[in-house]
């Protein structure tokens, strides 16, 4: 599975947009862009997924760039409940595991 | 119902003891999963059940025993285990699709172990 990098801490005021970034340089054609996050104490929670285009369902924006080198979750309005550790993860749509990285962790501020 | 439930939420336990954690879902989900997370790291793989038989294991040490008993339930079984076996345990599942996993894993709050 390709290895991402993500920045390790973002704040975000509260009502903003929040534009969690991931590189993701060795991404393979059959890999897929996961991102997940983990509410202190809480397990994981599947937010969003995408090969090639864009995403959005009712939690967030998924975008890849064209050479699907990197991609941005967005979180269109934060809100003080979305402060977590996301994780982007890059895989292929077999197997099983899930390999977490060190992922982002998000504050929302008042 | 999109829930996964483990039990208990905390367990604490003696290095000579022998306790079980358990895990339930409803989704009919054929794939089954425990990770474990040590505190501010991420979670690790450690076992994976598909249509109830054992498909990965981490090489995770043998005082760590998994079941399977149905395709709704998933347990681990701890015996003398060590203090830095401490950690949250959680337990996940997801849909089969003809063996090959499917990433949209559901997990459950996980079990917080404390090992004495």
């Known amino acids: 599975d390709a290895k991402t990098t993500q920045p390790p801490s973002m704040d975000c005021a509260e009502g903003r947009a929040a534009n969690l970034p991931c590189n993701h340089s060795?991404?393979?054609?059959?890999?897929?862009v996961y991102w997940y996050r983990q509410i202190h104490s809480q397990g994981p929670q599947y937010i969003i997924h995408?090969?090639?285009n864009n995403e959005t369902n009712e939690m967030a924006s998924l975008i890849i760039t064209e050479d699907r080198k990197s991609s941005t979750l967005i979180l269109p309005h934060a809100t003080l409940r979305d402060t977590a550790v996301y994780y982007c993860?890059?895989?292929?749509?077999?197997?099983?595991?899930?390999?977490f990285g060190k992922g982002t962790s998000l504050l929302v501020t008042p | 119902d999109t829930e996964v439930t483990q039990t208990p939420k905390h367990l604490v336990m003696g290095m000579t003891n022998k306790k079980s954690l358990k895990c339930e879902q409803h989704m009919g989900h054929r794939a089954m999963y425990w990770y474990k997370q040590k505190a501010k790291k991420p979670p690790e793989l450690m076992f994976v059940?598909?249509?109830?038989?054992?498909?990965i294991n981490e090489s995770v040490p043998s005082r760590f025993s998994p079941e399977c008993p149905n395709s709704s339930l998933l347990n681990l079984h701890l015996h003398a285990l060590q203090p830095e076996d401490s950690a949250l345990y959680l337990c996940?599942?997801?849909?089969?699709?003809?063996?090959?996993?499917?990433?949209?894993?559901?997990f459950g709050p996980g079990t917080r172990l404390t090992v004495l």
């Open positions: 995408g090969l090639k």
């Open positions: 996940a599942s997801s849909q089969e699709r003809q063996g090959q996993g499917y990433n949209e894993q559901f």
């Open positions: 993860i890059v895989r292929a749509n077999s197997g099983y595991a899930l390999n």
């Open positions: 059940y598909s249509y109830e038989k054992l498909s």
């Open positions: 060795t991404i393979s054609g059959n890999e897929y």
